[in-house]
């Protein structure tokens, strides 16, 4: 028997468990999906159906999985070429991270999103060691104001835009 086969001693648990949480996270997309309020004036599809198609793939998709690796039906391990097993965490690189995600958040209402975007991107650029980090500073601001187009403008969602971009119309959700 090969060292990559399943023996009955290991079960794949994880495989399980997160397959499981695909159907745990749809399942309660389905039960909450149901409050998303409908205008009066909506006469198409609405706003409940994506959720709903999201929320059944992902049960399908979670059972699926579970059936299959109930029948034995598992993912090889890869063989990671440039992966260190022996590595050890990097907890410094992880700290700084979360950090910057703390740090974005609490940047959005005085900031406006694309300045906290920014440095969210930037601060991860620079956590991961991008290099040069000035195009990478660059690459996000530009990253940041394109999202803020998109989203806040065209398509109306309400990302504040800050004091640096609340005179430009085409910013605002």
Known sequence: ???????????????ILFALLFVSVGAAGLLTAGSIPIPPSETGIGPRAFPYIVCIMLVLVGTGIVVQVL???VGQAEEGEDLDVTAKTDWAALAKLVGFVVLHIFLIEPAG????????????????????????ALVSVIMALVLQYVFGGLLGVSLPPGPLLEGVPFFHG
Do not use: D, Y
């Not at 028997?1 to 495989?15: D, K, Q, Y």
């Open 113 to 136: 999103w694309p300045v906290a975007a920014a440095v969210l991107f930037t601060g991860s650029a620079w956590t991961l060691e991008a290099k040069p980090l000035w195009k990478a």
């Open 71 to 73: 029948r034995g039906k």
């Open 1 to 15: 028997m090969s060292s990559h086969a399943l023996t009955p001693a290991r079960r794949p648990t994880g495989e």
